[in-house]
């Protein structure tokens, strides 16, 4: 009887202040639409990156004029390599292969030449815990000192750009969320608050018979955490959508062949999170707002 007299005491709190209630859903919505939004952006990029970054390959070019043994010298030592997973030897000819596939108009350009101008490379796969920019510094540094190795090329600049837009995005998550929550906090704790001061007599009437604060507090936590919970699932329901919109128009535009492989990330945990977040707004605010009231009528 005391949960069902609780419950019924938020529900009608709710009721009451249906204007200041609406206010703060949707600006509880707005306030996680904002996160979620950097939220899905960190955890997209990051897996973008992770994905790139397991697809680092380090090309070692070889002198023309090496020999054989040379040649096989420099690929038993990449092999002994801790750091190399798979070896790849890509022959003068084979280049000249895959350049004039990959590139048939330039490879005219080099038939007036005399010979093959290509040189011959091994191709190294390194192990995931080898991909920081350190670990691949210093394994090209080491591979340089080879006999009959020209050259050594990985794509890791603008990888180590991508991972700074990340740790950027994530920054920024940080900020405008805890900016928006701050504001969010304080729309719903004036709701509350206002709650509180239109049943003031029914609250006075509640401790002349003897009801304790927390049993008085209890009706208006209710309310801010369904508050809360209705902001949340506005806020999921729209970002998803949102989400869903985006990704359509990509694969429509024909901008992006496969971005459904590369923006494929709204887990549930971001659902959870959004909702669960907005409960804990609200019953945060309910109760700096009912027990900051209750202690400035005690002085």
């Known amino acids: 009887m005391r949960l069902l007299y609780l419950l019924r005491e938020a529900i009608t709190n ?7 209630v609406l206010i703060g859903i949707v600006t509880t919505a707005f306030t996680l639409v904002c996160f979620g939004v950097f939220v899905l952006l960190y955890l997209n990029l990051k897996s973008l990156t992770g994905t790139l970054q397991g697809d680092i390959e380090v090309v070692v070019y070889l002198d023309p004029g090496a020999s054989e043994q040379v040649v096989s010298l420099v690929q038993k030592r990449l092999g002994a390599e801790s750091a190399a997973v798979a070896l790849t030897f890509v022959s003068k000819e084979q ?29 190294v796969r390194l192990s995931p815990r080898f ?28 990888i180590d750009t991508l991972t700074l837009v990340v740790s950027y995005f994530e920054l920024g998550a940080v900020v405008i969320g805890t900016i928006l929550a701050v504001a969010t906090v304080t729309i719903i704790a004036n709701t509350i608050r206002l709650s509180l001061y239109t049943r003031k007599e029914e609250i006075e009437i509640l401790r002349l018979i003897g009801a304790t604060g927390v049993f008085i507090a209890i009706p208006y936590v209710i309310e801010g955490t369904i508050l809360g919970a209705a902001g949340g699932g506005l806020s999921l329901a729209l970002l998803k959508g949102i989400f869903e919109f985006f990704r359509l128009e990509l694969n429509a535009s024909g901008w992006f062949v496969g971005v459904e492989h590369i923006l494929p990330v709204f887990p549930r945990q971001v659902s959870f999170l959004l909702v669960m977040t907005g409960m804990l707004l609200g019953c945060g605010s309910s109760v700096l707002s009912v027990f900051g009231l209750m202690k400035r009528r005690h002085r």
């Open 14 to 20: 709710l009721r009451v202040n249906r204007g200041n």
């Open 131 to 158: 991909l920081d920019t350190e670990s691949l510094s210093a394994f090209a540094e080491r591979v340089r000192q080879l006999p009959g190795v020209t050259h050594v090329a990985y794509s890791q600049d603008w």
């Open 95 to 123: 280049a000249l292969r895959e350049f004039s596939e990959q590139f048939p108009a330039e490879s005219l350009l080099l038939e007036g030449m005399d010979g093959n101008p290509l040189p011959a490379s091994v191709v």
